[in-house]
């Protein structure tokens, strides 16, 4: 089966680590990060608006995948909302000894509940671990995208891009 | 016999545009929907729009939709809903129905903005209660709150076939699977890869072969197929499912255009048959404009800018605009319009207008 | 099945209940909400039946341009349900082949 975004709908790990918007393995050594899932081009960048600190730049034409200045991101997880592909992430391996911590949208309900255990999943939709709820922040200024972070095994950090959905009842 | 400036048929993203920009220049304005709510189909996109701010980038669809809708009051736009254009004669004379019977109503200039409509792809099975538009399943979720189904296959990868997955899986259904005939997922990476991590399968190269079930759909058989769309023997996948979506494109609702005589050229990248234009959205005939979907199929971005070119057109062909003014806004919007038809997605769409303006050259 | 909380669109709010009947039974509909919307949220997938062979039709496109989902509406037949408001004793019948005037649902 081919690999590649436009095969599978998932982004490959070549084509997300030659994207200017994924962080370097150094910079993950480091602490929380933005990671920049955005391997096409299509004319959008609500994400530089959404840097407070300059992190990210998309300019003109507004098809460039975005660049993330790894050096100036603070990892407040503030761009994570307002892309409207959800293709936009928080990592931090430096979160405890054996734990990174992986923020991501969720446009679902139920919203996990805070300190509660769920299955996450990885980019393919399979379960790959379980994980505890930290956060789950909803304010409005997100406009009905809530951000959820986990905790996970930190080998995991960069397998881990959401949960389960749980059905309703 | 009744009388308006600007008729604007059509209430959706291009219909609204247009009306505002021609109000706004200080033209009467008289926009008619069939509908018993102005939008189109901008309320049931509730997902948060791309583009540049400029474009309502990471706005969602009803946000935008509200903000035209305000607009439109604020701007003096007379609007008529519950009324359909069934006719339109020489020089410009409509004939439209509603609650109070047919009438007739002379316009000066007509603005054509009455979108698309979904194709059908025809299978065994297909009539079963169950298979459904894509866009009827958007409309059930978004505007109706009520679930089409529990289960349901996607056919087609495009974004409208991704969008409505993820809204389906957002309304509380299963997507057990999208399947797309081409070798390549047609929507953007982005939409496919939040439903796959909501473990929603994506099958290239596989269409729906037969949908089974006594009254209503039971479920869904799906094969392989090869470039050249022929089957592959032996490839057959069944899925337990009570809905089938067909995403398989839309075409442009242009029966207004055709009956006023308009030149159309046949283009399939852009829905079908489209009426021929020029960059300031004016058909063949005279006086006579198209701005969104009507004009080749693409998105409510793109046919927001159109209106807004057509409404400006047309103010100023009636003298309510200076040319001056008029080209430095028709100049902007065609900016904007440019920085949404680049890149792998929108490069294609640029070309293809490109050919209907070859095409009014050659008219 | 209504879609009573939805991550976007919130909580639906509660409209005032409407009486209509479907081929002879009564169902609670929202308000305002198409005869379709009612069906759907009451279990019904089937709006007509064709001429030769009785196979059910039900909704297709949606948004009134198929004529899929036409019923016999208080007496008139070929109404688009998908277009079409409930009112508090409506009577729908489902329509076989082009169905027959002044036959309201029993």
């Known amino acids: 089966m081919k690999q590649g975004i436009v095969f599978t709908g998932v ?15 150094n910079r993950l050594r480091k602490g929380a990060v ?36 790894e050096d100036k991101c603070r990892g407040c997880g503030l761009c994570i909302p307002p892309c409207p592909g959800l293709a936009v992430f928080l990592v931090d391996t430096t979160f405890s000894k054996d734990k990174a911590l992986v923020e991501f949208p969720y446009e679902y309900l139920p919203l ?56 309703r009842a | 016999m009744l009388s308006a400036e600007v008729a ?35 309320f049931k996109q509730i997902h948060k729009f791309f583009g540049s701010k400029a474009h309502h980038a990471g706005i969602r669809g009803m946000d935008i939709g509200n903000r035209l809708l305000q607009e439109t009051k604020e701007s003096g736009v007379k609007v008529w809903l519950n009324s359909i254009v069934w006719g339109l004669f020489e020089d410009k004379i409509l004939g439209v129905a509603n609650q109070e019977g047919s009438k007739s109503i002379q316009a000066k200039k007509i603005i054509l903005a009455s979108g698309a409509s979904e194709n059908a792809i025809s299978f065994p099975g297909w009539t079963l209660p169950g298979v459904i538009g894509a866009g009827a399943a958007q409309t059930m979720i978004n505007i109706h709150r009520v679930l089409p189904g529990e289960r349901v296959l996607m056919v087609g990868s495009g974004n409208v076939g991704l969008i409505v997955s993820y809204q389906l899986l957002q309304a509380g259904a299963e997507v057990v699977a999208v399947v797309e005939a081409a070798q390549k997922i047609g929507g953007y990476g982005v939409h496919a890869s939040k439903i796959r991590r909501a473990g929603v399968s994506i099958l290239i190269s596989h269409t729906v072969k037969e949908v089974k079930g006594k009254d209503q759909v039971e479920a869904a058989i799906v094969a392989g197929v090869d470039k ?27 029966e207004l255009a055709w009956i006023a005589g ?13 009426p021929v234009h020029n960059e300031n959205m004016e058909s063949t005939v005279s006086g006579i404009y198209v701005a969104g979907d009507i004009a080749g199929v693409e998105e409510a971005s793109t046919a927001m800018e159109e209106g807004r070119l057509a409404g400006i057109s047309v103010a100023m062909e009636m003298g309510y605009l200076g040319k001056e003014k008029a080209e430095e806004i028709r100049e902007a919007v065609g900016e904007r319009l440019k920085s949404l038809r680049i890149g792998p997605f929108g490069e294609e769409r640029q070309k293809t207008k490109q050919r209907i303006l070859e095409a009014w050259q050659r008219r | 099945m209504r879609v009573l909380h939805h991550p976007v669109l919130g909580k639906l709010r509660k409209e005032k209940v409407v009486k209509i009947t479907v081929d ?21 997938r089937v709006c007509r039946k064709t001429k030769k062979k009785g196979e059910p039709r039900f909704l297709f496109c949606g948004i009134g341009r198929c004529t899929d989902c036409v019923m016999i509406v208080d007496g008139i037949p070929n109404i688009r349900t998908c277009v079409t408001a409930v009112r508090e004793g409506m009577r729908i019948k489902t329509q076989v082949g082009l169905g027959e005037w002044g036959s309201p649902g029993c």
């Not at chain 1, 899932?37 to 609500?46: A, F, H, T």
Request: glycine share 8%; net charge neutral.
């Open chain 2, 8 to 42: 604007v048929i059509g209430a959706g993203p291009a219909g609204l545009s247009a009306a505002i920009e021609a109000a706004k220049a200080g033209a009467e304005v008289l926009l008619i929907d069939e509908n018993a709510k102005p939008g189109g189909q901008l």
């Open chain 1, 112 to 167: 996990p509940r805070v300190g509660s255990e769920v299955d996450a999943v990885d980019r393919e939709g399979n379960v790959v671990t379980k994980a505890k709820v930290l956060k789950v922040k909803n304010p409005k200024k997100y406009d009905h995208t809530p951000v959820v972070s986990i905790a996970i095994p930190k080998k995991l950090a960069q397998k881990v891009r959401g949960i389960v959905r749980k059905q």
């Open chain 1, 34 to 69: 933005a990671v920049i899932e955005c391997v096409q081009e299509i004319p959008c960048d609500p994400c530089e608006l959404a840097c407070p600190f300059g992190a990210i730049k998309v300019g003109k034409p507004i098809t460039n995948l975005p660049v993330l200045f």
């Open chain 3, 24 to 44: 002879g039974n009564t169902l609670e509909a929202s308000e305002g909400e198409p005869i379709i919307a009612a069906l759907l949220a009451n279990g019904i």
């Open chain 1, 11 to 25: 982004p490959s790990m070549e084509e997300l680590v030659s994207s200017p918007g994924f962080p370097s393995k």
């Open chain 2, 228 to 254: 050249n769309w022929n089957p592959i023997p032996h490839t057959e996948k069944t899925f337990q499912v009570d809905t089938v979506c067909i995403a398989a494109g839309l075409r442009p609702l242009a």
């Open chain 2, 262 to 274: 308009c030149e159309f050229v046949y283009l399939s990248e852009l829905g079908g048959f489209v």
